[in-house]
């Protein structure tokens, strides 16, 4: 079997990526990881065999077609006051319709795939809220959008959801960057470098503090362990932050 292979037995396991990853979104096998400065997904189907986990069929999607016929990074226009384009994170309605989210904002920006070309279908922003910033979201199997979103000032950080009874936000620690979902509707949470207690958790008890990062997804709601993104461009140092990597965890480090 071509592919990534996270070979099984080995603990955890890193894999250096050539782009910053920032968050991560699983849906069924179908993974997509945001690319920070491209802006750009990456995108894989994941499977399970004695060997470990693989990701197969990995493949970029670099841009969307505008409804004016031109081809751009997935946005229409050029976020400002800061001048550029940020991916952030990605919403998975279908295999071929996403919802994306820009660094600093809080809207949804709608492609999907029609043919081999995916085309940005409009865009439509999160209910009125004291926040700025969406850093992960996941979209429920009732349609509910959960989101860790923080304020300007990088001091309220917290869980929403967006669903049919309105609009609920629950305080978070700071750093909290990514979280995924359990079948018994708790949150497993990751923090970054950043946070006085770096590490992953379901509610307030960290269950490993060897892996920070900025996204989280659970493979079979953690039964398989669990892939992490992490970000590395701020990290402290004199080069300027280190490679973004790719994260396995085992089940043994989730103790879920």
Request: charged fraction near 20%; aromatic fraction near 10%.
């Given at each position: ?93 279908s295999s ?108 307030d008890k ?51």
């Open positions: 079997m071509t592919g990534i292979l996270f070979p099984a037995g080995h603990g955890i396991v890193r894999k250096q990526l050539g782009v910053q990853p920032i968050s991560i979104a699983l849906v069924g096998d179908l993974l997509v990881v945001s690319c920070y400065f491209q802006p750009a997904l990456l995108v894989a189907t994941v499977s399970h065999t004695p060997e470990g986990v693989w990701l197969r069929d990995v493949r970029k999607i670099q841009g969307a077609l505008m409804p004016d016929g031109t081809s751009k990074r997935f946005f229409p226009d050029v976020l400002q006051p800061i001048d550029a384009n940020r991916m952030q994170a990605c919403l998975i309605f071929t319709h996403f919802g994306l989210f820009r660094n600093e904002e809080r809207v949804v920006h709608h492609v999907e795939q029609r043919g081999e070309r995916w085309h940005y279908e409009g865009a439509e922003s999160l209910p009125e809220s004291s926040l700025d910033w969406v850093f992960s979201a996941m979209r429920d199997a009732d349609g509910t959008i959960a989101t860790i979103e923080c304020d300007k000032a990088l001091e309220q950080w917290s869980l929403c959801t967006y669903g049919k009874r309105g609009p609920t936000i629950h305080g978070v620690a700071p750093w909290t960057y990514g979280f995924a979902q359990l079948p018994n509707g708790a949150y497993v949470t990751i923090c970054q470098h950043r946070a006085d207690a770096p590490g992953i958790y379901v509610g960290r269950i490993n503090a060897d892996v920070s990062g900025t996204g989280i997804a659970l493979l079979e709601d953690g039964a398989k362990g669990a892939l992490v993104t992490s970000y590395g461009q701020d990290v402290p140092g004199p080069l300027w932050g280190v490679p973004g990597e790719l994260i396995y965890v085992p089940p043994e480090g989730l103790r879920l």
